[in-house]
């Protein structure tokens, strides 16, 4: 069972129990509950009875910062409970337009048919629960916006709305049954920087005792752009419906051809973005815990960005196949942004996707391809890379040639300025949400090298130079080791510029960024031949 967490309770009540008359009186205030991935930030509640009757007021609010509040009043007497409920989530309205009434029924609650709203959108619900008779459930939704799901589910990042019918009906001598018809207008997911393009999805789904069935649709633009049928045999008869859904014997069948960034997005795997038209065909088997996938996927004109590295890759042609759990890349083959060359193979495994993001090991080779396009560093390369990923952060690795790269000095100052120091802070707000798990670092383990065309520019240098470089670190704090040997170049001081004739500098893999300089140069101020040498670092030169 999930554990429910409480950080800050405070309780106070009184009672008077007597053979002619019953009341109580209690106050609850409580901060940072949370039970699974349910988290709310402040809870307060006043309730009142007397001989059975009485009344409850209570409020929520969110994590702090997160714009969620609800109230809720309630009148209660024998077999009879009246419920209100109004707020609003990230400036959208929740209200009920009359009170939900629940009565007492052979043992358990009936539920009146009772609305809510949120937003432009609705839900109505109706049903039985708790008694000697099975229970059942019937929710009609309109117009349901999907950031709904934020207050439980943090920062899904779902948009678009829901409408239609799901209907649950238990059953007194086995498991329950259940019947879904949704449609999803403009579904799409929003990351920390992309957007997923919208898509119109319609579902229908079958519960039956032993078996799952589902069909969907994906439209975009009023264009159909996949479909997807489902069924899940020999269901257990113990447990809850995932545990159920696991342990069956999947078949299923998906055909997709559209926007790779609809999929790619809905994902949400955001170390690099992909777009362009994508066609995928798979036939499932094994169970969705570990699904067996025969199929395939081609695309003659992906585009491949990351933020990460300032890689740009146009014009990929794509061709895959899936085996097992796993999508193996027989062909991939595409373009840079200076017009190099990328190509390679891969696979992607599939399995464990509820628990982590995709893990990928590609294999690529560059052929005067621009991989790296930083502010801070770029560079042409030609030679082997690969790119490993366990779902949680990944490897860089290579062994290349730099046909071309540019460094830029001059950092150092303002990263002392904003020292990354380990902290663990203490007495937080009880309101605040627990951190989710960071995903892990993606790490450089490369080796360049280039005779000539390394560039190094900022504190006062323009230079060319002669590289034998290991670039380690990650891509949020890299580090460089190894040295440079002068090809030529001016060093400027004091507003006088100097040709540099003798130059190494030695890059230690330390932060920040501040490499040792050995540098000889050499000026003519009228009639005065000046030699100047340059020791120390880059930040603090010895001259």
């Known amino acids: 069972a999930t554990p429910l967490s409480i950080r800050k309770l405070q309780f106070s009540g009184s009672a008077v129990l007597g053979s002619e008359r019953a009341e109580a009186q209690g106050s609850l205030f409580a901060q940072g509950l949370s039970r699974g991935r349910l988290f709310i930030g402040r809870l307060a509640a006043r309730a009142d009875v007397a001989d059975g009757r009485g009344s409850v007021t209570a409020s929520m609010a969110g994590r702090r910062g997160s714009r969620f509040n609800l109230q809720l009043e309630a009148g ?127 579902l229908v789904s079958r519960l039956y005792a032993d078996e799952l069935e589902a069909r969907a ?36 069948q998906l055909r997709y051809g559209g926007p790779a960034d609809s999929l790619w997005r809905l994902a949400a795997i955001e170390a690099f973005d992909l777009t362009g038209p994508v066609e995928l065909a798979g036939n499932f088997s094994g169970s969705l815990a570990n699904p067996a996938i025969n199929g395939s996927v081609s695309s003659d004109s992906l585009r491949m960005r990351s933020g990460l590295t300032g ?26 942004r200076n017009g190099g060359a990328v190509s390679g193979s891969g696979t992607v495994e599939l399995g464990g996707l509820s628990e982590h993001a995709p893990a990928f090991d590609l294999r690529i080779a560059a052929r005067d391809a621009l991989i790296l396009d930083r502010k801070d560093m770029a560079a042409r390369l030609t030679g082997p890379l690969r790119i490993l990923s366990d779902g949680d952060g990944g490897t860089i690795a290579g062994r290349l040639k730099l046909e071309e790269a540019n460094w830029r000095l001059g950092s150092a100052n303002a990263v002392r300025e904003l020292p990354d120091i380990k902290t663990r802070e203490i007495n937080l707000p009880v309101d605040i949400a627990p951190q989710q798990a960071r995903r892990g670092p993606w790490r450089y383990l490369i080796d360049a090298r280039g005779g000539s065309r390394v560039f190094v520019r900022g504190m006062g240098m323009d230079s060319e130079w002669g590289a034998d470089l290991k670039i380690r670190g990650t891509t949020s704090d890299p580090r460089v080791g190894g040295e440079v040997r002068l090809v030529r170049g001016a060093y400027e001081f004091a507003g006088t510029r100097f040709d540099l004739t003798r130059g190494r500098i030695s890059f230690d893999e330390g932060p920040p960024p501040d490499p040792r300089l050995d540098l000889l140069a050499e000026t003519d101020v009228t009639d005065l031949s000046v030699r100047v040498t340059v020791k120390g670092t880059a930040s603090q030169p010895d001259i």
């Open 76 to 202: 209660f007497a024998p077999e009879r409970i009246a419920v209100a409920l109004r707020g609003d989530f990230a400036d959208k309205r929740i209200s009920m337009p009359r009170r939900a009434i629940l009565t007492g029924d052979a043992g358990g609650w009936r539920l009146a048919p009772s609305q809510i709203s949120f937003g432009k959108g609705a839900a109505i619900a109706e049903g039985y629960f708790g008694g000697a008779r099975p229970a059942h459930w019937k929710l009609q939704l309109d117009s349901m916006p999907l950031s709904l799901i934020d207050i439980v589910y943090t920062d899904i990042g779902l948009g678009g709305t829901t409408s239609g019918v799901v209907e649950f009906e238990g059953q007194a001598d086995g498991p329950p049954l259940a019947d879904v018809r949704l449609k999803f207008d403009a579904l799409s997911r929003s990351g920390l920087v992309l957007t997923s393009r919208p898509v119109d999805l319609y």
């Open 311 to 336: 890689t740009d890759i146009r014009n990929i042609a794509l061709r895959g196949r899936f085996s097992g759990s796993q999508l193996r890349l027989t062909r991939i083959a595409g373009t840079a």
């Open 217 to 252: 649709v994906v439209r975009e633009d009023g264009a159909s752009r996949g479909r997807m049928q489902l069924r899940i045999s020999a269901l257990p008869r113990m447990g809850g419906l995932l545990e159920r859904m696991n342990a069956g014997l999947l078949n299923a």
